[in-house]
């Protein structure tokens, strides 16, 4: 099961010193993975963008403004293509922090919120919404971080509670292709292994794949949808190539064609 | 997954309390997930659960229970079953592990309930990077 920490009592949170008087735990230096029953194992979290852009900056000092979308994309009124978009438009908060550009952060904050609207789960975004705006304009970017990725959990929590779980995941999807989209930009316009080894992400993929297999009919014969599968059909072994070899300048090249096509078509007033 | 709505407070009970092992870590310029797993075991049963974590970052995980005197545990694996942390610790309800990813991939923390009064033990996991 997956919980969010929107529902957490804040006032139980934070007591200091917890480690003190803890003890090392021994743990086997090996174990067979296979002896966990599928149902013993739990999906993997979605890292949001920051996880990624972190390990960036350390390894140098992208152009961020550069990375940053002249327009975030039309609502068609399509609610797969609404969840798609809402999720590209989170991630690109995250690169407006890296950029440090406060003006683009208060914007992106308004549309979620208007994107919210549009699908029904305005309710559970408007203070994340205020908070996004509020921070960016005090340039808290930690601060900023932190509400982008509550507001990602409050929209999927309060679409889950509407039994919209297929729209939840679509924010994370969104989400994560935008994501994808920088990255292989900024690997490709000074392509280092250790950048590229960021991509190796075969796990995500494959739950990714679970979920959109999983749902219902009429959503996984959409356009959109199938364009995502074949997308994701596409990469897979791209990404496969960082077990243990490196994952090629060709390849990220062909990996940011893909995602940056697919943005564009979830972006696009044609969706 | 929907859950009871009893049993769904327990867990953000447990929650809590993850969030309560995280908090020195979140002073070390740690940010932690707003994310996280959680479920309930009996005593001796384990969980797997999936990450994926990126080379060139640190992750504290950081586990808890709402159940008193119970003891619960946390480790770190990569894809190949190798133990992958750096750092570990228990205490009673809490326990926490540090990653530093040698290879950006699928990692598992495995969670375990060694010690409860409850037939079902309510956790949470929560993790943070930096």
Known sequence: MRISFFAVPAAAAMLAGATVAARAETAPQQIDLSQFPAAAVQDVVVPVPSEIFNVLDKLGSPNWKGELRDSLGKNTGNRAQVALLLGTVIAEGFVAVEAEDSERVKEIGRDVLELSRAIGVEKAVVTRSKAIVDKADARDWNGTRRELDGALQDVRGAMNELNDEDLAQLVSLGGWVRGTDVLTSIVQKDYKPQRAELLHQPELLNYFDRRLDGMGPRLRKSELITQLKSMLKEIRPLILEGEGRQISPESVERIHTVTNKMVVTITSSDA | ?130
Request: aromatic letters at 14%.
């Open chain 2, 1 to 130: 997954m929907a859950l009871p709505l009893a049993v769904q407070a327990t867990v953000d009970d447990a929650l809590s309390f993850a969030y309560e092992a995280a908090t020195p870590y979140v002073k070390q310029g740690f940010t932690f997930r707003e994310d996280a797993w959680g479920g309930d075991l009996g005593v001796g049963d384990q969980k797997a659960v999936t990450a994926q974590l990126f080379k060139g970052n640190e992750y504290w995980f950081c586990l808890g229970t709402d159940v008193d005197g119970a003891v619960v545990t946390v480790h770190v694996y990569d894809s190949k079953g190798k133990l992958a942390e750096s750092q570990n610790w228990q205490k009673g309800r809490f326990a926490g592990t540090l990653v530093s990813p040698k290879q950006t991939g699928t990692y598992y923390a495995i969670v375990e309930v060694k010690k409860s009064s409850e037939e079902r033990t309510h956790w949470a996991l929560v993790y943070g990077y930096r």
